[in-house]
């Protein structure tokens, strides 16, 4: 009986993604994106001096962030 479940719901999910669909989720609303994108508050690495500093504040130069006085 179990293996019956399990291959109606292996059956589902194959469905699913053929549809190109992803797999719902509950709560969908408190990640509407998936990309990494930092607020404004988080704290990153100036990758040349090692100070810290917020996003805000630093420089992003090809996927890297500076402070002020190094870009
Ligand atoms: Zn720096």
Sequence with gaps: MIFKLIIFA???I???KLMG???PRIG?????????KPTGDTMV???KCG???TVDESIMVNG?????ECA
């Design 14 to 16: 194959f469905i699913y």
């Design 51 to 53: 100070t810290y500093v």
């Design 10 to 12: 292996a059956i589902g």
């Design 64 to 68: 890297k962030y500076y402070c002020d």
């Design 28 to 36: 969908k609303k408190s990640k509407p994106q998936k990309e990494k």
């Design 21 to 23: 669909g992803e797999l």
């Design 45 to 47: 690495e100036c990758c």
